[in-house]
C-alpha cells in the first residue's frame, strides 16, 4: 500500500500537479497512548504503541522509513525499502488526515517481552488500561471521552512530524440512541474542540475540521447499532435536527437558521 501511494504521488506531481495545484495526503486513525506511570518503561511502551499504529504509515511517507523500534523487534519479519522506494515515500504527502476520538493508558508488558509469541498485538509488548489507580480515563459511553488526548496527538504531530498540514477528517461520537437530545455528543463537540484549539495554540498547523457525521448513516463497524449525525434520520428518511446541530449552528453562527428535512 505505502509502495502504491508513494506511486501514485509521484505520478500525480510529475504530470498534473504544475496544472492542478493539487494536494494529496493520507487519513490514519490515531488514538492517544498515555504512559500509565512517569516510568522510562512506560513511556517506551507508549511510544511502541503509537509507532506500531501512527509511526507504520507516517514514518514511511515523511521520513522513508520505519520506526527504529519496529524495526528492532521485528527484524527480518518487517519488509525493507530499497534506496529509491525510501526516496519516492519520503515527503509523499501534503497533508495528514486525523481520525483521533479517544486515548488509552499504555504500560510494558512483560509476560508478552518474555516470551516467543509473535503477532501484530504481541509483537508491541504493550498493556492497555483504562483505569489508572482505581480511577477511569474518562466518562464511558460506547467510547471513552478523553478531550486531553487530542491536544497530545497534535503536539505529536507538531514536534514528531515537522508540523505538516494537518486536517481533522473525523471528529464524532456515536450513540446507541435515535434520541434528539444528544447531550453527550454535545459534551463530546464541546470539550474535544477546547483541546484541539489549546493544541493549535501551541503551534499545531490544523487547516481544518470535519464532524462526524451531518447525518445518521450505516456505519462500517457498528451499522445502524451506533448513530453519529447532528441529524437524526428516521424510518422514513426525513431528518430532525438534534441538540448537536442547534449547538454547532450557535457556536458557528447564531444567525444559521436549522431546519427539518424530508
Known amino acids: 500500500m505505502l509502495l502504491a501511494h508513494a ?32 516510568s522510562s518503561e512506560d513511556v517506551e511502551a507508549a ?3 503509537t509507532d506500531f499504529t501512527v509511526g507504520w504509515f507516517l514514518d514511511p511517507i515523511l521520513y522513508g522509513d520505519y520506526p527504529n523500534s519496529m524495526k528492532s523487534i521485528l527484524g527480518e519479519r518487517l519488509p525493507s525499502f530499497t534506496k529509491e522506494e525510501s526516496a519516492r515515500l519520503r515527503d509523499s504527502v501534503d497533508f ?13 508488558d512483560d509476560d508478552v517481552m518474555n516470551i516467543t509469541i509473535t503477532g501484530y498485538f504481541e509483537d508491541w509488548g504493550v498493556k492497555l488500561t483504562n483505569y489508572r489507580d482505581g480511577e477511569i480515563i474518562g466518562p464511558y459511553y460506547g467510547e471513552y471521552l478523553v478531550p486531553w488526548g487530542l491536544e497530545r496527538v497534535l503536539n505529536y504531530m507538531r514536534t514528531k512530524y515537522n508540523n505538516i498540514p494537518t486536517y481533522i477528517t473525523q471528529l464524532g461520537y456515536g450513540l446507541n440512541t435515535t434520541s434528539v437530545d444528544d447531550v453527550i455528543r454535545v459534551e463530546f463537540f464541546s470539550e474535544y474542540l477546547k483541546s484541539l484549539l489549546a493544541g493549535m495554540r501551541n503551534g499545531a498547523d490544523v487547516r481544518g475540521v470535519f464532524a462526524w457525521s451531518l447525518i445518521d448513516g450505516f456505519e462500517t463497524f457498528y ?10 434520520v ?11 446541530a442547534l449547538w454547532f449552528k450557535n457556536m458557528l453562527n447564531p444567525n444559521l437558521t436549522v431546519v427539518s428535512r424530508s
Do not use: C
Request: no cysteine.
Open 223 to 232: 451499522g445502524l447499532g451506533q448513530r453519529f449525525g447532528l441529524y437524526y
Open 234 to 244: 428516521d424510518d422514513s428518511f426525513e431528518r430532525h435536527p438534534r441538540l448537536s
Open 47 to 49: 511510544q511502541r504503541a
Open 96 to 108: 495528514i488526515g486525523l481520525n483521533a476520538v479517544t486515548t488509552e493508558y499504555a504500560t510494558t
Open 7 to 38: 506511486a501514485v504521488v509521484d505520478l500525480y506531481r510529475n504530470k498534473y500537479g504544475a496544472a492542478q495545484e493539487g494536494e494529496i495526503g493520507m487519513a490514519i486513525w490515531f488514538r492517544w497512548y498515555e504512559p500509565l506511570r512517569n
